[in-house]
């Protein structure tokens, strides 16, 4: 069992900045491969950025270049470092995790799940 908590949402104008972390509960955190997915209203949950649990990291085509995602086995976290926010990143981010042991998009690959955080980036 994994349980997951998100922290980091809040309100920002665009252009912002905004730092989500995700703490996990359980020994075998570092066997896990981790997600930030985001769901915004009327809209599927999309993948944003994936660490497994070797090194490899993955983001998402549409936030290239502005988010970036990092873990911390040590510590138990995962964290979704986002620069140059768009009013289109607008969105409930939640914390996911699997063992497939490869980058996995749909959120139905995801065994564990956090209770999501808002972000919210006004124009």
């Known amino acids: 069992q994994l349980q997951l908590v998100e922290s980091g949402g809040g309100s920002v104008q665009a252009g912002g900045s905004l730092r989500l972390s995700c703490v996990a509960s359980?020994?075998?955190?570092?066997?896990?491969?981790m997600g930030w997915f985001r769901q915004a209203p009327g809209k599927e949950r999309e993948l944003v950025g994936a660490?497994?649990?070797?090194?490899?990291?993955y983001v998402a085509d549409s936030v290239k270049g502005r988010f970036t995602i990092s873990r911390d086995n040590a510590k138990n976290t995962v964290t979704l470092q986002m620069y140059s926010l768009k009013p289109e990143d607008t969105a409930v981010y939640y914390c996911?995790?699997?063992?497939?042991?490869?980058?996995?998009?749909?959120?139905?690959?995801?065994?564990?799940w956090g209770q999501g955080t808002q972000v919210t980036v006004s124009s």
């Open positions: 996911a995790a699997n063992r497939y042991g490869s980058t996995r998009t749909r959120a139905e690959e995801y065994d564990y």
């Open positions: 359980g020994r075998t955190f570092s066997s896990y491969d």
């Open positions: 660490a497994l649990s070797g090194s490899y990291t």
